[in-house]
């Protein structure tokens, strides 16, 4: 398989180098050949070249098997008012890639509950996916700018909604049988078309339970009741803000990974966490964000279950017994928490 | 003063009652002379005269010093693809109004806070108000639909930026001077438009520290940090998000208030929780938000804070002592917690 790498900024290259050197471990083992190839994106991206998506990059990307990508962004390049900023770079490419499902799973490691501001009780059972949809929605809508006005436009087609959809109740038959589509139907028109199209898409799915909230109750619900979810799925904007409130959730964003899927490429991996420029270059980052990023790769683009799970086991494994990064109180480098994931691999 | 009442929808009625009574008892302790009259909104209005908000009530609120509103919706308008919807009546009541400015402040009860899903140490020192941009963006934007496809516009002048921001600029420099603009500047021409005029505006407020928060990071903030914030401004659809993810922390809706300000109006007070359906009429509801409701129209609408103050002292004091009704684990009625603000009044 060919995999591609944008490492990007911040923490990005040093994660990505350790979840790099997990896939390596894993194809030595396991008889696979995985070569890697480095690409620029994001702020490294703007400096090297002047834009945050290079054509060399996208085409690779394209090529390949799948990507991995550590994060984008940071204050040298952060003035939201500048032409060419990082993000630009990550929103192209998804746009590139087709990449409209991002696949976000949250579940809360006993060890982190205490890390967590929610009250361990709550965090009992808790074991859902959010799908966002990715590529649609005011991200990509028209928009206009005078010196006394702006505007976005949400925009969304029946079929963006129902692939999206459709991926979501995929995931659901293979779970807990239950999905929650997000919308704010009492409002918005896309919103209205969004819970008509899950309407529709929820009949060839007739084991999966449907049930529609509004998006401002549903960010309230993933605080009171978040083990009563297993599925949500919802539009781009609304998946963007509750992907994070269910984040805060899990005590530390380190660990969190992320897939970005489409129909016709094998996807683009990343942890959530962000960039973090202030403890860049410090081998101080967690690890296991990216890590955990590189077993979903596996397992979606890769279709190598097996390996995705000994991957994901090693994580459970340093989670559980360290060594621990700061994020989780303890005091051990970003090496050294790669070498005992892969120690634990074997 | 001239008061208008809108009981609303399900338990609207009953929580409505109560701070009226509340306000009656204020009016004629301290000399003041209150007239009430009630009118139709919402699937009430809707039941009775097809419209949800019917030119009369338009009229009467208009001509009011103030408003107080119960609830409004429930399952038996609820169908999103119904041509008139309970929700309709109070978007177009925020609308003729001018009340643009949306405050919901949250302090959390020390014997609430078992009740918050969060831990009990976060907690702490969290006070803050969100305040809420009411009458633009998506909810009153162009919208689109047909069959294939739907399109919800969200725009924003720098006018309808700039008052809303001033409010909470006000309002902070007689809080703790700390105020939070919170954006998604990185992907929306509105909010680079909404982050400029913030800027803009903090020239006039030099004892106000301004910071920008992008809308996904201020939805973990929120959680991680609660306590940091002091006045929150942000636009429609992220405040409707953001007020009720923050309204989870507090442990019960129940007893949380609202109040919408305009240029040139006394305003419209809401409880923020909704018509509760499930405990209609069943003199079960906490009339506590609505009360805490009807103090901020005593301060904001009619500039009674020696009256306003007494009434959220009797308020403290029923959550401390109790009654509680069961949604903060009592037993008590309605009537019975309404009976003991009164009580408490004196
Ligand atoms: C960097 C930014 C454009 C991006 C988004 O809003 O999609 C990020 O917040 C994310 O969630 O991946
Ligand atoms: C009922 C609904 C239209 C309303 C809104 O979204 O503004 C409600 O959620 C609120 O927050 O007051």
New interface residues.
């Given amino acids: 398989a060919h995999l591609v790498t944008l490492p990007g900024d911040g923490i990005g290259p040093e994660v990505t180098a350790a979840a790099v050197d997990v896939l390596k471990h894993v194809a030595a083992h396991h008889g696979h050949d995985f070569r890697f190839s480095e690409h620029a994106i994001g702020g490294a991206a703007i400096d090297a070249t002047g834009e945050p998506l290079p054509d060399a990059t996208r085409e690779a990307c394209l090529a390949a098997d799948a990507v991995l990508l550590g994060a984008v962004?940071g204050p040298k390049w952060s003035d939201?008012?500048a032409k060419v900023?990082p993000?630009q770079g990550l929103?192209a490419l998804r746009a590139a890639l087709g990449v409209f499902a991002n696949l976000r799973p949250l579940k809360v490691h006993p060890r982190l509950a205490e890390r967590?501001?929610?009250?361990t009780e709550?965090l009992k059972d808790v074991d859902f996916v959010v799908v966002r949809e990715l590529t649609g929605g005011?991200?990509f809508?028209a928009?206009?700018?005078d010196?006394?006005?702006?505007?976005?436009?949400?925009?969304?087609?029946?079929?963006e909604i129902e692939r999206v959809l459709r991926r979501g109740f995929e995931l659901a038959s293979q779970r807990g049988r239950h999905l929650t589509s997000v919308d704010?139907?009492?409002?918005?028109?896309?919103?209205?078309?969004w819970?008509?199209t899950a309407e529709q898409v929820a009949r060839d799915y007739p084991e999966v339970h449907l049930e529609h909230q509004l998006?401002?109750?549903m960010?309230?619900l993933m605080?009171?009741q978040p083990s009563r979810y297993d599925v949500i799925v919802t539009e781009n904007?609304?998946g963007?803000?509750?992907?994070?409130?269910a984040?805060?959730?899990a005590g530390s964003l380190g660990l969190l990974p992320s897939a970005s899927l489409g129909d016709h490429h094998g996807g683009l991996y990343e942890p959530i966490h962000g960039s973090a420029p202030d403890i860049a270059g410090q081998d101080a980052a967690n690890p296991l964000g990216a890590i955990a990023s590189a077993a979903l790769l596996l397992r979606h683009a890769l279709g190598l279950e097996a390996e995705a799970a000994v991957v994901e086991a090693a994580v459970e494994h340093v989670v559980e017994h360290g060594p621990w990064t700061r994020d989780l109180g303890g005091t051990a480098t970003t090496s050294q928490v790669r070498d005992a994931v892969i120690a634990a691999l074997d």
């Avoid at 967590?116 to 009250?119: V, Y």
């Avoid at 010196?147 to 079929?159: G, I, L, M, N, S």
């Fill in positions: 962004g939201p008012n900023r993000e929103l967590s501001p929610l009250k709550r005011a991200y809508g928009k206009t700018r010196k006394e006005r702006a505007t976005d436009e949400c925009a969304y087609t029946v079929a704010k139907a009492n409002v918005l028109e896309t919103s209205r078309l819970r008509h998006v401002d109750s960010a309230m605080l009171t904007l609304f963007d803000i509750l992907t994070d409130e984040a805060a959730l």
